[in-house]
Each structure stands twice: as C-alpha cells, then as structure tokens.
C-alpha cells in the first residue's frame, strides 16, 4: 500500500511525532450530507456601516432554520462579513475586528466569508484600493485559519443583492469543503433566480450532460448531479464503454460513446439528448487528456491531441450545444490549476487548460449566451486524488498534498459540488466565473 | 382478440467485442457476458429499472447450472427484476430465432418490448466425467444403504475415469463442422483463393466500421477489450496464404484458421419494440423486422451439405415475399467458413441445384458482392455461436436505418444439425 501521510499522522506514532515536531496533521474535512444541517453550528453575521447585504444574509439564515449569533463569544462555525459598504481603507478595521476574535473561538471547518464590492464599480481611487485590499485580507485570513477552516469572498454587484444566497449556501456547506481563497463574482442575474422547491434535490427535473464521466473526477460530477436530482447523460469514449455503463446504470442514466473531437460530437449529443431525455440543461465539459513532456521534447501530436481533446473540441461542440441547450442553463468548463499556475512538462496541457478560463469568461459574455439566460462557469482543481495521482511518485504526490491551506489533496467530489452549485438556478448571477478548487494551493496567483 | 398483425420494430442493439477463446474474457461466464450486454442496452436506451415485456437469449454450449441463463442475467441486470426471461437453443441460429420470436409477440400484440440475444464461451466450457463413470456414480447414488453402496462403488474401473468436454462435431457423424464444411466447398469447387479474398474483405469491413464510428453505439467495452480481439485491420492475401490448410486433404485442403471462423466468447443483445413502444421511448425505428424461416438439411443421407440450409430456407422466404434475391441493399450471410458463403452463393446461382433441390423453374441468380457483409462479418468478429445473431441484427438495422426507408436487407445464418435461420429486415 502507498504511504499516505495525511493517514499515518492521524494516530499512534505518527500522531506523537507530527505534534512533537510541529508537522500540520489534516483535518477530516466536512463534505456536504443530504440529510445534515446546511452549517453545524450558529452563523455570526455582521458588517461595516449599514450593512444592508448583512441583513439580506441573517433574513434568509432565519428562514433557513440556521441561528444566527451577534458576536463570536461562543464558538460559532462560520462569519459572514458584509464589508459592502466600505468607502476608504480605514474602514478595514471593521474587518479586523470582527474576524480577529472570531478565529480564537471558531469551529473546526470554519468558514469566514467576506461579501464586498467589485473593484471595477467603485467610485473613488480610495474605495477601489479598500475593496481590493480585502481580496488580500482574507487570502491571508485563508493561510491562518487551521483545522480544515476556510476563507472566501464573494463580490456582489451593485443591484445583484438578490443572487447573493447561492454562493453563500455553497460556502457555509460542506459542498465547499475544498473550495478556499476564492473570490465568488456575483452580477445581475442573466435570468431569474429560482431556488428549487426541495434544497435537499436542488436538480430536480433537470438533465445533465457530463463528458468523460466514466472514471474520476467525472463519475464524481455524474454522481453528484444524479444525487441532488438530475438525469445524467453519460457521456466518454466507446474504450471506455464498460464502466461508463458503470456509472450510467448506478444513477439511473443514460450512456453515451463517443469521441468528443469528432466532428459530428455535438449533434450526437443533442440527437440523443433531446430524442431520449426530451432536452438538455447542464454541460460539463469534463474529458480531458494529459500528454506530458518537456517542451523541448514535445512533438505535434502530444501538442495538438491534447488542444484538440481539451479545447478545440468544447469549441466545435458548443456550436451544436448552445442552441440546443435549454434556456436558464448551466454550462461549466473543467480547467485546472495548471492553466492557472503553469506546470513543468505541461506546456500543451497548460495551453488547453488556460484557454479553457478564457473560454468561460467569453463565452459568458456571448450575445446569445446572455439571450438565453445561460451562465457559463468553470472550476479549477487543484490536487485531487484520483486514479492519475494515486500513480504520482510518493514524494511529488506528497508535495501535492501538503502544499495548500488545507493539507491535504482534495476528493473528486470536491469538483463535482462545485459544478453541482453552478448548476443551480439559484446560482444564476453567477457567471463567467473560474472558481479553483484547491485547498488554496500555493502555486498560481 | 386482434387478428391484424402490426409491425415489430428492431430499435437498437449491444454487443460486447467478441474475444478469442482463452483470452480477455477466459475467466467470464455465459451469464457474466450476458448481464454486460444488457446492461450495456440498458444504458444506451436508458432503460434502467424498466420492466421489458420479454428478454429471450440462450447460449449453444451451456453449464447444467446455467439452466435459467436469461433470467439470471436479467435480475443480475439493471432491467427491472420484473422483466420476464426464457432460454433457447438453436445452435448458431440462436440468436436469430431468438429475435423472431420477440418480434412474433410484438407483431401479435402479446408484449410491447422486447430483448433478444445469445451468448457463448468457449473457455470457461462445462466439462463432464466420462458416460461410463457417471452412469456408475449414477448408481452408486440409487444404491440403498452404505453396504450397497460400497458394492456398487467397486464395480468402478480405472478406464472409467475420463472428462468429456463439448466439442464442436457432430454428433451423428463425428466429423467436426469443418470437416464436414470441406466436403461441401470440394463439391462446389470453391477455391483457396476465393475464400481469402472473403476473408480479407471481412477485416477490413470490420476495421472500417470502427474507423468511421459505425461501432460506437453497438458494442460497449468489456473487461478493458473495446474491439474484437479476432479483427486483424492489416489481413492481405499474402498473410493468409501463408497459413497451412486447417481442414480437408490434398488438393482441396482450401480451409485456413484465415478462412475459418476462430473459437470465440461474447455475448449480443438486440432491442426489439412497438411503434408505440418506442415512440413513448423516445427511440427511432432502425428497421423493421418483417419476416423469418427456417430449413434444415439432411446432411446424413440426403447428400446435402450440413451448413447448406440457409439457402433453402432463403429460397422459401424470397418465395413467400414475392422478392427476388436480387432486392436486396445488403446481404448478411454469417462466415461460419468463408466456403460457406461461397458455396451458399453458388448453389443460387445454379440452375441445376435451384431447380432440383429447391424447386424453382430458374436459378435465385447473383448477388451483388459489393452489398455483402458491408460492415464484416464473422470471420473478422469472430463468432461465439448464441451471439452472431444478434450482432447482425443490430448492425443490419442500423445500416439500413443509415440507408433510409424502405431499403431491404436479408440474413442468413447456418446452424449445426444441418439448420438455417434466415430474416428479412427493412430500413426505417
């Protein structure tokens, strides 16, 4: 069996020598339990001046059945802090003030979310520095935090009051346990946000499209859509019939074999979709390959299979996708903290993965993306343990590991909750967002 | 009580690849094969926890325990455990007749859906103790009291002891298929040369279906193979004529492992349905299944070639559907031996053997070869019995549905015993 660090200081010798010598010992994280409470614990909600997004926050905790405490005198397990209104850098003190006390008594699993402005909104030299300086605040407040806690932000749009709630669900749950460091990007929703009937099946009704789910992290998205409601359509290559079946037959799905660079992929998608299922409301656009080699090395068919596998076949399918899709859709692109931060022996898988999170952000934007009411969203994952890096020699795997706030690698149900939550039509004023699931990795900006 | 018949529509299929014997699938059961398939149809068609009016399958060499075969692979399925199951057995016409039967229900209204298929192995074959030492055993067992039965124990002798395993001969004659399939390709005069050149054919048929993703949605992936472990992409008449002559003496030893279809495991399953039926399902009609016979030949005095029954049987079909063998767009006639194909194809074209053995006033004529085994066949495939049918089934309604509406194709396939089992389908 491989040495796993991240188990041998869990107890016995391993425990006493970790904490002997100051090593970090993971946490076991809290991951998303469909019969369990959204947070396990009260909720400390506070904010600078009026706070008026603050009170949007604590009506819905209440209507939610969450306790909302005012102060962090007792152990609270989560801060949510409104800095909306914050006009010049001075105003941080608030911040300091509250989140200083709160991280002597929070929970394990903590979270701390800022909700602040987007700096492009702001309407003097002083309030632009003051909003992007919590950015940095809570990157460091993510760094500090211990037993698996947390740190995020989310920036509301002026007028965007109303799609506040499905980042803020997503972020106070377990869904978000790997999920740290983010900057969550709420505009005016692209069309109305609708919270499902039962938040127990937020994808009730809905037919989901996963490519590449056959193993790894895309069972994990097949199987988290499939749980909070959706039917899934299947989606890899005929090589990988078999447990493609797997995963389709387990959720009650349906499969699909094909190669996504074909160029008839896209129609082969909709044809079955629409005839089958009756439409389609969620693309994940999940497969992907590596072909790894120094770039010196690297020949024009690593370079080209894995641009044409990871990107350039997301392009010529969403030709026939995007006017199939139903309107009020989700569209979310898996990139990876390698298109982000670069990796050595990457450059092709870099490439594909960088153009992704250009992708999401255009695509966003598209005239008929936004006609449609559909938001486009990718995530970025970060050191996930799956089959791959189960094969990563010991020491790199390790590095991978540990190198984040969190220390630990992150599951692939991790990714999947995140697509779950870009999924939902309450997420709607969520779009054109690249949002890492890493554990706050320390590579990439 | 309805007296008009409707139609039975084939809507789709699944195999898994057929493997070598002793090779990927060497430690996979009739009935492991056999749940892949349906769950690979399951998937496709979405059909999870659907309860289906008829699963009928079977499996020609077979384990005494195996004897509920289908229905044990429908509960270990993803179909409802409420889906109905039978076997049957008909040799290599298994899987076609299992298909006519499915779509004769659905033509009278009996069931709305249906899943035909077969399955076989050729590694993990049931063997048996030897027919003295189980007739002993037998009586040991019916023997009363331990003396007795220690007396009947020692009537017991060392040349008792011995395993039988199935074996593909015949039989009443001993001669195995091949053998017997020399006989009839030295009495057509069918050439070493013609059947490699069928054989080449075959392969690169195949090779060209999986190139142009014809393959994708009739085989699913099974114990990591995702394509025939038989097909041989780069097969020329210069590789096959280097092999040594398999069956047959002399001269006439035309017949090859090149030429001759290879022991093999796999397992087919076909989705059969009403308009209706598959309307509600979402599903397109691929083709229709419109009519079936079967023959068979006496190959033990009738001086008749033991797999010569599909062309008698097509010429009962052609006759009973007003069609001649010419109105067809493809051909499906299964490559048990390329010799078989060959010889199947000369006796219509003889006058002599249409008029006196079928009794016709003329000759069934020429095929157009351009139209046969368009997207392979068995000698590329490989041909685990129970499992051909289906897999020409699936693959010919899907041609044809490509083909479009009202384009005919016509099947035949021989069978052990001297049998033929032959259909026709046309494209929707």
């Given at each position: 069996?491989?040495?796993?660090?991240?188990?041998?200081?869990?107890?016995?010798?391993?425990?006493?020598?970790?904490?002997?010598?100051?090593?970090?010992?993971?946490?076991?994280?809290?991951?998303?339990?469909?019969?369990?409470?959204?947070?396990?614990?009260?909720?400390?909600?506070?904010?600078?001046?009026?706070?008026?997004?603050?009170?949007?926050?604590?009506?819905?905790?209440?209507?939610?059945?969450?306790?909302?405490?005012?102060?962090?005198?007792?152990?609270?397990?989560?801060?949510?802090?409104?800095?909306?209104?914050?006009?010049?850098?001075?105003?941080?003190?608030?911040?300091?003030?509250?989140?200083?006390?709160?991280?002597?008594?929070?929970?394990?699993?903590?979270?701390?979310?800022?909700?602040?402005?987007?700096?492009?909104?702001?309407?003097?030299?002083?309030?632009?520095?003051?909003?992007?300086?919590?950015?940095?605040?809570?990157?460091?407040?993510?760094?500090?935090?211990?037993?698996?806690?947390?740190?995020?932000?989310?920036?509301?749009?002026?007028?965007?009051?109303?799609?506040?709630?499905?980042?803020?669900?997503?972020?106070?749950?377990?869904?978000?346990?790997?999920?740290?460091?983010?900057?969550?990007?709420?505009?005016?929703p692209v069309a109305?946000?609708?919270?499902?009937?039962?938040?127990?099946?937020?994808?009730?009704?809905?037919?989901?499209?996963?490519?590449?789910?056959a193993r790894g992290i895309g069972a994990a998205i097949a199987d988290v859509l499939a749980r909070d409601g959706a039917t899934v359509v299947c989606v890899d290559i005929p090589a990988a019939g078999g447990p493609?079946?797997?995963?389709?037959?387990?959720?009650?799905?349906?499969?699909?074999?094909?190669?996504?660079?074909?160029?008839?992929?896209?129609?082969?998608?909709?044809?079955h979709t629409v005839s089958r299922h009756g439409g389609f409301d969620i693309v994940v656009h999940n497969a992907g390959i590596t072909r790894d080699k120094l770039l010196v090395n690297m020949d024009a068919d690593r370079w080209d299979s894995v641009l044409q596998v990871n990107l350039l076949s997301i392009l010529r399918m969403n030709e026939a996708l995007v006017p199939a899709i139903?309107?009020?859709?989700?569209?979310?692109?898996?990139?990876?903290?390698?298109?982000?931060?670069?990796?050595?022996?990457?450059?092709?898988?870099?490439?594909?993965?960088?153009?992704?999170?250009?992708?999401?952000?255009?695509?966003?934007?598209?005239?008929?993306?936004?006609a449609k009411g559909i938001t486009v969203n990718a995530v970025a994952p970060g050191f996930i343990e799956t089959e791959m890096t189960a094969k990563v020699p010991l020491a790199t795997r390790e590095i991978g590991r540990l190198m984040n706030s969190i220390s630990q690698g992150g599951l692939p149900i991790d990714v999947a909750e995140t697509i779950g939550f870009f999924s939902w039509d309450a997420s709607r004023g969520v779009t054109g967002n690249t949002v890492r699931v890493c554990g706050q990795m320390m590579m990439g900006a | 009580m309805t007296t008009s018949l409707r139609r039975a529509a084939v809507l789709g299929g699944n195999r898994i690849p057929f493997a070598r014997q002793f090779g990927a699938y060497a430690e996979a059961s009739n009935q492991d094969m056999l749940t892949a398939a349906l769950d690979g149809l399951v998937a496709r068609y979405h059909l999870g926890g659907e309860q289906v009016g008829e699963v009928?399958?079977?499996?020609?060499?077979?384990?005494?325990?195996?004897?509920?075969?289908?229905?044990?692979?429908v509960l270990g399925s993803a179909l409802s455990p409420s889906t109905p199951a039978y076997d049957i057995q008909q040799a290599c016409g298994t899987g076609l007749e299992a298909a006519i039967l499915v779509s004769n229900k659905i033509k009278l209204g009996q069931i709305e859906s249906g899943i035909a298929g077969g399955v076989d192995t050729s590694s993990d074959a049931p063997i048996a103790v030897s027919e003295k030492l189980r007739k002993k055993l037998l009586k040991v067992n019916r023997a009363k009291g331990a003396k007795n039965q220690l007396l009947a124990l020692t009537d017991l002798r060392p040349t008792d002891f011995g395993i039988a395993s199935p074996g593909n001969t015949e039989p009443r004659t001993g001669l195995s298929m091949g053998e017997h399939m020399a006989q009839t390709a030295k009495t057509w005069g069918i050439t070493r040369e013609a059947q490699d050149e069928l054989a080449v054919a075959s392969h690169r048929n195949l090779a060209a279906s999986y190139e142009r993703g014809f393959q994708d949605d009739l085989v699913t992936s099974f114990k990591g193979l995702a394509k025939d472990a038989n097909l041989r992409p780069?097969?020329?008449?210069?590789?096959?004529?280097?092999?040594?002559?398999?069956?047959?003496?002399?001269?006439?030893?035309?017949?090859?492992a090149g030429n001759s279809t290879p022991l093999t495991d796999g397992a087919s399953v076909v989705l059969l349905g009403s308009e209706e039926w598959a309307a509600a399902h979402g599903l397109s009609v691929q083709a229709w299944f419109v009519d079936a016979e079967t023959a068979g030949v006496d190959f033990l005095h009738g001086d008749e070639g033991l797999l010569m029954a599909p062309a008698y049987a097509v010429a009962r079909l052609l006759e009973r559907n007003g069609l001649a063998l010419q109105d067809f767009d493809y051909y499906e006639i299964h490559e048990a031996f390329a010799s078989t194909v060959l010889a199947t194809l000369k006796a219509w074209e003889d006058e002599d053997f249409c008029k006196n053995r079928l009794g016709r006033t003329e000759a069934l004529g020429s095929i157009d070869r351009t139209k046969l085994n368009v997207?392979?066949?068995?000698?590329?495939?490989?041909?685990?019995?129970?499992?051909?049918?289906?897999?020409?089934?699936?693959?010919?309604?899907?041609?044809?549905?490509?083909?479009?509406?009202?384009?005919?194709?016509?099947?035949s396939i021989c069978a052990a015993g001297g049998l033929g089992v032959v259909a026709i389908l046309e494209g929707a």
């Open positions: 069996m491989a040495f796993d660090y991240g188990k041998f200081v869990q107890g016995g010798i391993g425990k006493q020598l970790a904490t002997a010598l100051g090593l970090p010992r993971p946490t076991r994280l809290r991951r998303h339990d469909p019969k369990g409470s959204l947070v396990p614990g009260a909720v400390y909600v506070t904010g600078h001046g009026d706070a008026k997004v603050a009170h949007r926050v604590s009506a819905w905790l209440e209507r939610a059945g969450v306790p909302i405490a005012t102060s962090p005198s007792t152990s609270v397990a989560a801060l949510v802090l409104d800095m909306s209104e914050i006009e010049t850098p001075a105003d941080l003190e608030t911040l300091r003030a509250a989140v200083a006390p709160t991280l002597k008594t929070i929970q394990p699993t903590g979270r701390v979310i800022v909700i602040g402005r987007p700096v492009e909104e702001a309407t003097s030299v002083a309030q632009g520095a003051a909003r992007r300086a919590i950015e940095g605040i809570v990157r460091s407040i993510g760094k500090e935090m211990r037993a698996g806690g947390t740190a995020n932000t989310v920036l509301v749009a002026d007028g965007a009051e109303d799609a506040v709630e499905a980042p803020l669900r997503f972020l106070l749950s377990g869904r978000s346990a790997y999920v740290d460091a983010q900057v969550f990007h709420v505009a005016t109305p946000v609708e919270d499902p009937s039962d938040w127990a099946k937020p994808l009730e009704g809905k037919v989901a499209v996963v490519t590449g789910a493609l079946v797997e995963v389709a037959n387990r959720l009650g799905g349906s499969a699909l074999q094909l190669d996504v660079t074909a160029d008839d992929a896209g129609a082969k998608i909709v044809e139903n309107d009020g859709g989700h569209i979310v692109n898996v990139a990876s903290i390698a298109g982000i931060a670069g990796n050595r022996g990457q450059t092709n898988y870099g490439a594909s993965k960088a153009g992704v999170i250009g992708m999401t952000s255009l695509l966003a934007a598209d005239p008929t993306i936004v | 009928v399958a079977g499996a020609v060499i077979k384990h005494s325990r195996d004897f509920n075969l289908t229905r044990e692979s780069d097969s020329s008449m210069e590789k096959l004529a280097t092999l040594k002559p398999a069956f047959g003496k002399g001269e006439n030893a035309t017949m090859t997207n392979g066949s068995s000698l590329a495939a490989g041909h685990p019995f129970a499992a051909t049918g289906g897999r020409i089934v699936a693959s010919l309604a899907k041609q044809l549905h490509e083909k479009g509406p009202g384009s005919r194709g016509l099947i």
